[in-house]
Nanobody
Framework: QVQLVESGGGLVQAGGSLRLSCAAS????????MGWFRQAPGKEREFVAA????????YYADSVKGRFTISRDNAKNTVYLQMNSLKPEDTAVYYC????????????????????WGQGTQVTVSS
């Protein structure tokens, strides 16, 4: 099981940018399809973006498409989420998670499939 630690959150004004990082432990990082998720206060956790093990394929929620970019550096065991043109509604705790194997990226939208979550990183966008 891969261990994940999110970082990079903070307070930013609307229209600003942030880059989140998710560092993974273990030597089998390339065995995992990776994803970013978020949970706003009073709301359920939702899918944000996913990336294949090679980094060659990505998939986004409609709400972030064109503004967020997911990427990964397998040499550093890290996945990133570049967030541009941030909006107040992007305010949430952001989490990363992983599915073993080379699964269809659309399956990463099923948040109930993930048994555990890390502490996440808080992103607050002020208007």
């Amino acid at each position: 099981q891969v261990q994940l630690v999110e970082s990079g959150g903070g307070l930013v004004q609307a229209g600003g940018s942030l880059r989140l990082s998710c560092a993974a432990s273990g030597r089998t990082f390339t065995s995992y399809t990776m994803g970013w998720f978020r949970q706003a206060p009073g709301k359920e956790r939702e899918f944000v973006a996913a990336i294949s093990w090679t980094g060659g394929s990505t998939y986004y929620a409609d709400s972030v498409k064109g503004r967020f970019t997911i990427s990964r550096d397998n040499a550093k065991n890290t996945v990133y989420l570049q967030m541009n043109s941030l909006k107040p509604e992007d305010t949430a705790v952001y989490y990363c998670n992983a599915k073993g194997g080379r699964v269809p990226l659309v399956t990463m939208t099923h948040t109930a499939d993930f048994g555990s979550w890390g502490q996440g990183t808080q992103v607050t966008v002020s208007s």
